[in-house]
């Protein structure tokens, strides 16, 4: 067992890459790695599909203590998820990257010709407020001006809600907008704040 001379040590972020097999991506990982483990995750670059073969990949960056990073890493081994790389932020040079991150074509398609629903929560208002569902499925468009707010982590420590990503694309050169397909689960309370939160956020940002 590994022990820590101080829990409340800080260490500079660390960059993780994750390949998540098809039969765990109907599990809320990230946002367990949040909730469980008290960390702030920033998702750098996905690509994640509904097809049956396809793995989702992930690059994150993980903030918190050392003892919090290390439990989140063991818990990632234990659901079957793949480590495909990890280290501290900073320290590693582009040379030394084990491969490029892998976005397939289909998934660049499949996002295109998405297009923007400005009045969302003319939609979803009304099912949360007549208790129809406790939970609600939206698709986040992420400017690539907005790549370092971790706009999920903010969304679970804030307000306690359980995140499901079920598609994402999301490149890691920030140079262009992201996506990412979400289930938000919660009660009728959550899901307004949570709802607020994201109203508050694109008009600030």
Known sequence: MTTFKSK????????????VPQHYQRQPVISRLISRYNLTVNIKAASLTADIDSCGWFDLELQGNPEQVINSLSYLQRMG????????VGSI?????????????????RYEHTSLVTKWENQLYPQISSNQTNRI??????SKNHYHKPVISELVSRYGVTVNISGALLKPDVQNDGWFDLEIWGSQDQLFSSFSYLQSFFINA
């Not at 998820?81 to 501290?88: E, F, H, K, R, Y």
């Not at 499925?137 to 992420?142: A, D």
């Open 137 to 142: 499925r939206l698709q986040l468009w992420i």
């Open 8 to 19: 409340s040590a800080k260490i500079p972020p660390v960059h993780i890459r994750i390949r």
């Open 81 to 88: 998820v793949d480590l495909m790389q990890v280290s501290i």
């Open 93 to 109: 040079q582009p040379s030394q990257d084990s491969q490029s991150f892998p976005i397939s074509e289909s998934n660049i398609k």
